[in-house]
């Protein structure tokens, strides 16, 4: 039995695949006749394929639970996948290209002669207020210039088409390491869609992260020796760490296997005695990074490390201090920074924001809390967050108070009508919502990662694609139509 | 390579070691319960004496009949010896040091893990023991391939080894002893008759040494025999100076390893050089008991080098550097 595209409802969203009127989108059309090929039951077979090599991968995440402390979840695959074509694909990396380097520029000159602030382009009370400020960091200067090693910056499609930049993550941001996974399970339950090629590959990015790390090391390191800081197996990315460390071949540390010596060198303890620590990419908070600077009750850091890295002796990625620019409020000066750092119109669009720090357009935001999506300037991973179309009154009373209490906190935005694309269900395919999370590094130049982690709400109508509250995951297909490959054109 | 991921490594290859030697335990025990008649069979009781925790048994269980025993060496997560606890800790631990590890040997302990939780009801029932049991030797003995076929020659793999050796020089040994006593204390050699082999050859099975005994020695099964091929063979990968002998050369490549060496040799020598013909059976007891102190002394002595011996203050790490330095010349003499 054939799949019966002509019943898959049409909605006021974008659909990423299907196109208005039920035609497949150019990119997408081999892959739409592939589907249509193997019909619902073999598609559903494959599906179960792909469950079952999550499984036996041990591909899992963490989620944090009242009771019963943390459970490793199966990670959540789709493995209907979502495709980009490569033409379009360009320009989204030369904006995050863009975004990137504006944003280290950013933080650099935060650190340092504030000149954006003089120049009355930032506010410098918005800065005074931010969370993620690290005063210990100011004057240092970290290799390069680069603070932001690694980003991952969200991306979300309207219903007119366009690719918006919901935020950007400076400081641990996690799930390229599902980006890399979901393709190796896609690989296995398709194979004879990648034999027909016209697919980017997307493997290539632990060497290119490894890469940029060991190029950090301190001046006169030949060998470097670099390790992954993780805060331990109950974090919900230590599959992550443990992945990326795998991929790259280096050492996966805990907070304790480390010491900073009185030389403000960091050593790993190790089985043939302390071994001196050239670099780290840290995925622990800055709170919880060096208790003799941050969080005094910390077990997950290092006594010393801030010493030590201002002392330049060890370098750490994603730098301190960095977090100062993964603040929703600085997010919206983001078009901005390209403009003033870089004498640049921004290439990717940020959603439309109303400051609340900003009176005028906090009484807007107020008077309006039933159409916006109200979010705080601090939180990841979709908590905190007011869905105006969806709230109660109480709800919404209860905003209108944080925000009258807390300004400085808050953002609101239209509600962006997310994407959608075909997506396995019960019973059928139907459309769900989605963004896409590409990785940025940067180094000496910026690399973008192949397409991103594709993230979709499962349930129908929802907006919320964050693992922790139940979204799922697809393979991101960066499709070359252009060049004559049999798969694109057949 | 860190202190923790060592001691990791050790201690999850003795966690695998330790529920391929469970299965293999339970199966031959079924098997010998079968070929013996009821008045003279050792029953169940044995088992839990070999693997140890009596006393939670007594806490939790009433009889020692086969359900039970069976039940509480394989399924009881409470039992901290059981083959659940230990492949739930090897994979627990193989979580932490995935990263180290090839990827298909954590799909397979991640695997066998699964497989362990879902099925182990099928070791209490007598019809499904066999095919379960089966499975999970198989698949530690996959594991242990993976490790000679596709791990670099390097510190993991010596830390895995050694865990594996010692593991299985305690399991052995524990064996021995409880069988051997059973044997030796329980019905005469005149009662016994034409069923003594056949309980000799149990206690062999057990540990898959039954064809390698007939193979190495070309005599007939008998006690003291056994008791010398268990323990003293060099070549029978489960026999306790086999087991002592692969650590040791595992140990001639780590660095500081001059005191462990010493013990190791030891217990070597002192096995070689024991005649068990003319044993009786307290002193076989003291022996192997003697042993297995020696043993544990061995898995202390190696946390106190390798795992958690340098937690020593920042002055010392000059010297230190300086002896890891000499470490590697020294493994360098020994490849050369």
Redo the contacts between chains.
């Keep these: 039995m054939r799949i019966a595209w002509e019943e898959y409802p049409a909605s006021a969203s974008f659909d990423e695949l299907i196109g208005p009127g039920g035609a497949p989108r150019p990119a997408a059309t081999a892959l739409i006749e592939f589907l249509s090929a193997l019909g619902p039951e073999e598609l559903a077979t494959r599906q179960k394929a792909a469950d079952v090599a999550i499984?036996?991968?041990?591909i899992t995440f963490t989620v944090y639970h009242e009771e019963g402390g943390s459970i490793?979840r199966a990670w959540p695959l789709d493995i209907i996948p979502r495709v980009i074509a490569l033409d379009e694909w360009r320009r989204i990396e030369a904006g995050l290209q863009q975004r990137a380097q504006a944003l280290n520029m950013f933080i650099d000159d935060i650190y340092h002669e504030q000149r954006i602030v003089r120049d009355g382009v930032f506010p410098r009370s918005y800065l005074a207020d931010s969370a993620n400020f690290r005063s210990q960091c100011v004057g240092i200067h970290p290799p390069q210039h680069i603070w932001a090693h690694i980003c991952g910056s969200d991306l979300v499609r309207g219903a007119d088409g366009t690719v918006y930049v919901l935020e950007d993550n400076l400081r641990v941001p996690s799930g390229v390491s599902y980006m890399l996974e979901n393709r190796q399970v896609v690989k296995r339950v398709f194979p004879e869609v990648f034999e027909a090629a016209g697919i980017l590959p997307v493997d290539d990015y632990p060497s290119q992260l490894f890469d940029l790390l060991r190029a950090l090391a301190p001046a006169g390191v030949d060998q470097p020796e670099v390790v992954?800081l993780t805060p331990g197996?109950y974090n919900s990315a230590?599959f992550e760490?443990?992945?990326?460390?795998?991929q790259m071949g280096c050492?996966?540390?805990?907070g304790?296997?480390l010491?900073v010596?009185?030389d403000d060198i960091v050593?790993?303890?190790?089985?043939?005695?302390?071994q001196r620590v050239d670099v780290i990419y840290r995925r622990v908070d800055d709170l919880f990074l060096d208790p003799e600077v941050f969080r005094s009750d910390s077990t997950l850091g290092v006594r010393g490390l801030m010493r030590a890295w201002r002392a330049g002796n060890v370098a750490l990625a994603n730098a301190p201090g960095a977090g100062v620019a993964d603040d929703k409020l600085v997010y919206t000066f983001v078009p901005a920074m390209i403009r003033y750092y870089l004498d640049q119109d921004a290439i990717l669009p940020n959603v439309p924001s109303f400051l609340c720090a900003d009176g005028q357009q906090c009484e807007h935001v107020l008077a309006n809390l039933a159409t916006l999506v109200v979010k705080p300037a601090n939180e990841s991973g979709g908590y905190g967050m007011l869905m105006g179309p969806k709230s109660t009154e109480g709800e919404r009373k209860q905003f209108a108070e944080l925000i009258r209490h807390n300004p400085r906190n808050y953002i609101a935005q239209p509600v962006i009508s997310l994407s959608t694309t075909p997506t396995l269900v019960e019973g059928g395919i139907e459309p769900r919502h989605l963004d896409l999370r590409p990785f940025i590094l940067s180094g000496r130049d910026v690399q973008v990662t192949t397409g991103g982690l594709t993230r979709v709400a499962m349930r129908k109508g929802s907006l919320v694609v964050n693992s922790s509250q139940g979204g799922g995951s697809k393979d991101t297909w960066i499709v070359d139509t252009s060049a004559d490959n049999a798969f694109a054109r057949s | 390579m860190l202190s923790r991921v060592a001691d990791n490594l050790y201690w999850m290859a003795r966690y695998l070691e330790r529920t391929e030697n469970l299965a293999r335990l339970v199966d031959v025990s079924a098997g010998l319960m079968l070929d013996l008649p009821q008045r003279l069979s050792p029953g169940w009781q044995p088992l839990i004496k070999i693997t140890g925790n009596e006393s939670l048994y007594a806490e939790h269980e009433r009889d020692y009949g086969e359900k039970s025993v069976v039940k509480f060496i394989v399924a009881n997560g409470k039992n901290p010896g059981s083959m659940l606890t230990s492949i739930a800790r090897a994979r627990e631990i193989a979580r932490t040091v995935r990263d180290i590890l090839p990827r298909e040997v954590w799909e397979q302990i991640n695997e066998l893990y699964l497989y362990v939780g879902e099925h182990a009801a099928e070791a209490s029932a007598r019809r499904t023991r066999y095919g379960f049991l089966g499975r999970v030797t198989t698949a530690t003995h996959a594991l242990t391939g993976m490790f000679e076929g596709i791990f670099n020659e390097g510190d993991a793999l010596s830390f895995l080894t050694l865990g594996r050796n010692i593991e299985r020089a305690d399991m052995t040994s524990r064996i021995v002893d409880v069988r051997a006593a059973a044997m030796m204390t329980g019905p005469s050699a005149a009662e016994l008759g034409p069923f003594e082999t056949v309980l000799w050859m149990g206690v062999l099975r057990s540990l898959s040494g039954y064809q390698m005994y007939r193979l190495k020695t070309r005599e007939r099964v008998y006690g003291a025999g056994v008791v010398r091929f268990l323990l003293a063979d060099e070549q029978f990968p489960r026999a306790c100076v086999c087991c002592l002998r692969r650590a040791e050369e595992v140990l001639h490549r780590l660095p500081n390893s001059e005191p462990l060496l010493r013990r190791v040799s030891r217990m070597r020598r002192a096995i070689h050089h024991t005649r068990f013909e003319s044993l009786q059976q307290g002193e076989l007891h003291e022996f192997i008991d003697r042993l297995q102190v020696s043993l544990a002394r061995t898995n202390d002595e190696l946390a106190r080098i390798y795992f958690i011996g340098h937690s020593a203050p920042l002055a010392d790490i000059a010297p230190i550097m300086a002896y890891q330095n000499q470490g590697q010349n020294q493994n360098k003499q020994i490849s050369a």
């Design positions: 499984r036996g991968m041990g490793d992954v197996i230590y760490h443990s992945y990326l460390a795998h050492e996966l540390a805990e304790r296997d010491v010596g009185d050593y790993m303890r190790t089985i043939v005695g302390w």
